[in-house]
């Protein structure tokens, strides 16, 4: 199918995608009558959705019905129950409630993770059950860099990364551990450990450097629902070119359901992938980032790749597409920033875009999500009144420019790319970036933008210079066969005093739940919940 750039001037006959969405907010949440900031909304079961937060030191869980009403809560005292233990992830599995923890015990020399199972429906933990126990000490020299990161003897600080699969059947932890001060290595070796849904080891594994290579740098993980781990990125034959990030070899090192590894090599000829991200379809395992053009006198973002993998890491399809002229120039015509030129003249989009999401879509397709993301701190000094010393007060802000969103067919096939013009600059990040919705026919992106914006075309740039207390919801809906969008205001924060934080959203059957408050300079208050039905 032919991949076609949608500027919003082409949207000439749109039905009401985004207008048929209905909103409802809560009022402030409360815990026996006492407000709880609310940081999660973990999941539902059905029937009830569940939610974490804290108040003061103190941990809460709590059920929620859809006209928001709490249910039942729990709180957790984490200086007594967890007592000197790390708590390194939260999640909703199989309608429970599951927390695990870390316990460095430094005289034995190891790092005990614990198991905690909250039943939601009587909402008491059951008793923790002890899966991993790992040994800071090692005997041979390591070179598997996980995420980039290689921490040295000197420098070490535990890191364990926990993942789930799609269907939440099997989970998985990922477990660093230093070399001891005679190894002649310096980075650290990683040891993946793989549980059922009731804590059963299935299989165990230190992490291999790909068997032509001396180092690996992973850059994208996925842990599938047979037990399967892949993790896609980059090999190197010299530490140094590991270092710079540059010339590396992009290869996927697959285990299988027994730990056995597998690895491919992916060959792409000139292109090099940057920013890949992982996701499941159907039986395939898919995958997208952008690229760019080795050896040109500057690395640019050219375009999106996107392959197709089964559940052995073999490449089944793979597509390229540059991202078309007029869709780099509308850009660049209203924020240079936003794209790069190289020395041979060829314009791509600026590094400062960031994926955001792979969502496999209802057909076997998927959605790319993008946009574009930087930030910069400000530091002032003020001289006290005695004149002989000074105070500083550093301010970060946070900018989202632009996002689009691109449709690949089931084939692999580039279909669409929808860009939304935006430029937002918040001192609280978490009121950034956008949530997402989908159903059979549509695709809903909502996201902060100003008031002023929102009432604009889509098409139209948007104004940097507005009042940042002017602030709005707008929800944008999509065909998912055309491309076509539409934008509209959907929560007038002057008047609700409500600002979504869309990094905190759940989709439960059919609808859209996102957390908010009243926000402040830095942070957000009086946490409310909105609802919206498509």
């Avoid at 000197?84 to 015990?105: A, F, G, S, Y």
């Avoid at 040109?296 to 052995?312: L, V």
Wanted: with cysteine; charged share 25%; proline share 2%.
């Amino acid at each position: 199918m032919k991949y076609l750039y949608l500027a919003c001037c082409m949207l000439l006959s749109l039905t009401n995608y985004a207008q048929k969405a209905k909103l409802v907010i809560s009022d402030e949440l409360e815990i026996d009558n006492k407000k709880f900031a609310i940081n999660d909304i973990l999941g539902s079961d059905g029937k009830l959705i569940y939610l974490k937060g804290y108040r003061g030191n103190k941990l809460w869980f709590a059920s929620m019905d859809k006209s928001f009403k709490i249910q039942k809560s729990i709180e957790v005292d984490k200086d007594k129950v967890i007592k000197d233990m790390e708590l390194i992830d939260i999640r909703m599995v199989k309608n429970n409630i599951v927390l695990i923890t870390e316990l460095e015990q430094k005289k034995e020399g190891k790092i005990t993770n614990y198991v905690w199972t909250l039943n939601t429906q009587t909402m008491t933990f059951d008793q923790p059950k002890i899966i991993l126990e790992v040994s800071q000490k090692v005997i041979k020299r390591p070179k598997f860099s996980f995420m980039g990161i290689g921490l040295t003897n000197g420098n070490f600080s535990d890191q364990r990364e926990v993942f789930y699969s799609a269907d939440t059947s099997k989970f998985a932890i990922l477990a660093s551990i230093p070399p001891n001060d005679k190894e002649e290595g310096k980075y650290n070796k990683f040891l993946m450990n793989v549980f059922d849904i009731n804590q059963n080891k299935l299989w165990s594994s230190e992490l291999e450097v790909p068997k032509s290579h001396e180092f690996f740098v992973s850059r994208e993980n996925a842990l599938g629902n047979d037990g399967s781990y892949h993790s896609i990125g980059l090999a190197y034959d010299d530490e140094k070119e590991m270092k710079k990030g540059k010339n590396g070899t992009n290869m996927i090192i697959t285990y299988d359901n027994k730990g056995n590894a597998h690895e491919t090599k992916l060959d792409f000829g000139d292109k090099a992938i940057v920013s890949p991200t992982f996701n499941w379809s159907d039986n395939f395992l898919i995958c997208a980032g952008f690229y760019y053009i080795k050896g040109s006198k500057k690395n640019i973002t050219e375009g999106i790749a996107y392959i197709q993998m089964d559940k052995q890491g073999k490449v089944i399809k793979e597509s390229f597409k540059e991202f078309p002229d007029d869709f780099i120039q509308s850009m660049r015509d209203a924020k240079k920033s936003s794209t790069e030129k190289n020395k041979d003249g060829e314009i791509g989009i600026s590094d400062n875009f960031k994926i955001r999401g792979l969502q496999a879509r209802p057909d076997g397709g998927a959605f790319l999500f993008a946009e574009e993301y930087s930030s910069y701190t400000v530091t002032t000094y003020t001289t006290n009144s005695s004149g002989r010393g000074t105070t500083s007060t550093s301010t970060t802000y946070y900018v989202f420019g632009d996002k689009f969103v691109c449709g690949i067919s089931p084939n692999g096939d580039f279909e669409w790319l929808t860009d939304i013009p935006t430029n937002m600059t918040f001192t609280n990040r978490e009121i950034g970036t956008i949530a997402t919705f989908s159903n059979q026919s549509n695709l809903y992106m909502i996201y902060l933008d100003n008031e002023i914006n929102l009432k604009k075309k889509l098409n139209e740039r948007p104004n940097s210079k507005v009042k940042y207390k002017r602030l709005s919801a707008g929800i944008v809906g999509i065909d998912i066969k055309t491309g076509k969008a539409e934008r509209r205001e959907l929560i007038d924060s002057k008047d609700e005093e409500f600002v979504i934080m869309p990094k905190v959203y759940a989709n439960l059957n059919g609808e859209m739940y996102i957390l908010g408050g009243k926000i402040g300079v830095f942070t957000v208050k009086e946490f409310k919940i909105a609802k919206i039905s498509f």
